[in-house]
């Protein structure tokens, strides 16, 4: 452009110019026609800055997702590990997080009156060959005489059923009452079928009245994952090798959870029940079981509902975890030292 042009564009006011520009499309319609089409002829990439400024921010973008995708790099080797290990650990304690619906009295169903169309209709085919097609009276009075013994037969089929409904729930409810009352032919199988499917295998010493006698066999040390999972200083997850106080640590709890869960589920299908004495074994490789704790507990007395409860009890009620050491390592009792029941509950089948 014209210097002279340049300096008297600068020193003229915008809303000056922009006045000019529309006289002038005015008063020069076919000039104003001319530079339009100069304009579409070269493009919209010459139209202006604020184009040519926009088009430099689309092709940017392009770079802000490589630094994004910089950033965010694929989980190393470290990371998968620690996330096997995590995964490990919280499923291995999902067992405390589990919860049991208490079982409630049997209700046997009342039955539903009995339809007396298909007694009908099975009285009609075998009666209507007796009655000539156009004997339309005789015809009436059959279909009358076959409805009133479809719902007499009806009427009977609702009887037996509701008799059998009766039965039913009279022997019910005597199950009901026995199981209440902690009778040992009831009880013991109840707690045996409750039980099968746990994970830790429990065997049931004894049950009647409001007590019961358990025995847990419960999964070793060597269940835990090799090495802790972790976060590092900078924020990354990796793993690391337990110390022996930590893997003491992890396995208390691990074996509070399955103690958690066997108290739980035999309060939820006993409701009799009000104390259980319960005694945990474990077996270690190319060893006999041996005993690591024997604890009571009662209903009325403890937070059944808080997860972290069956390490309460190993911790603080009397025959407990036995710990030794500066790493509080978890240890069986003494073959010498255990009584005739104890001795029972180890020799019996898992």
Same mark, same amino acid.
């Given at each position: ?9 600068? +020193? ?11 006289? $002038? ?5 076919? @000039? ?62 999902? +067992? ?22 298909? /007694? ?13 097609? *156009? ?6 009075? &059959? ?14 089929? $609702?009887?037996? /059923? ?16 026995? &199981? ?14 409750? /039980? ?5 295998? %429990? ?12 025995? %847990? ?5 060597? !269940? ?17 090798? *337990? ?7 992890? $396995? ?10 066997? !108290? ?37 007395? @403890? ?29 069986? *009792? ?17």
């Amino acid at each position: 452009m014209h210097p002279v042009r340049t300096a008297r564009r600068a +020193v003229t006011p915008k809303v000056v110019r922009k006045a000019s520009r529309a006289v $002038y499309t005015v008063t020069n319609p076919l @000039g104003a026609a001319e530079n339009a089409l100069i304009g579409a002829a070269l493009g919209p990439s010459n139209r202006g800055r604020g184009k040519r400024t926009e088009s430099r921010r689309t092709a940017a973008q392009p770079n802000r997702g490589t630094r994004q995708q910089v950033a965010n790099p694929q989980p190393t080797a470290r990371a998968i590990e620690a996330s096997l290990a995590e995964s490990r650990l919280s499923e291995l304690m999902a +067992v405390q997080r589990e919860r049991f619906t208490p079982v409630e009295r049997p209700i046997i169903a009342a039955p539903e009156p009995v339809d007396p169309r298909p /007694f009908e209709l099975d009285e009609w085919k075998r009666r209507r060959s007796t009655v000539s097609f *156009w004997q339309l009276g005789l015809r009436r009075q &059959l279909r009358a005489e076959c409805a009133a013994t479809g719902r007499i037969h009806a009427a009977r089929a $609702y009887e037996e /059923f509701q008799e059998q409904q009766r039965i039913l729930q009279s022997r019910s409810d005597a199950w009901w009452h026995s &199981l209440l009352a902690g009778d040992p032919t009831v009880l013991q199988p109840v707690l045996t079928a409750a /039980f099968a499917d746990n994970a830790a295998p %429990v065997s049931v010493l004894d049950a009647r009245g409001d007590t019961a006698v358990l025995a %847990v066999l419960l999964p070793g040390v060597d !269940v835990l994952p090799d090495k802790k999972p972790h976060v590092t200083p900078t924020g990354k997850p990796s793993v690391r090798k *337990w110390t022996k106080s930590e893997l003491n640590e992890a $396995y208390a709890d691990l074996l509070g959870a399955h103690t958690l869960a066997t !108290v739980r589920e035999a309060w939820a299908v006993a409701p009799g029940l009000a104390k259980i004495r319960i005694m945990g074994m474990c077996r270690t490789p190319g060893m006999a079981k041996g005993l690591l704790f024997d604890v009571s507990v009662t209903r009325n007395c @403890g937070n059944w509902l808080d997860d972290r409860w069956g390490r309460v009890v190993l911790d603080a009620t009397p025959g407990g975890l036995t710990r030794v050491g500066r790493a509080c390592e978890i240890t069986s *009792w003494p073959a010498d030292r255990l009584t005739s029941d104890q001795l029972r509950a180890l020799a019996a089948p898992a």
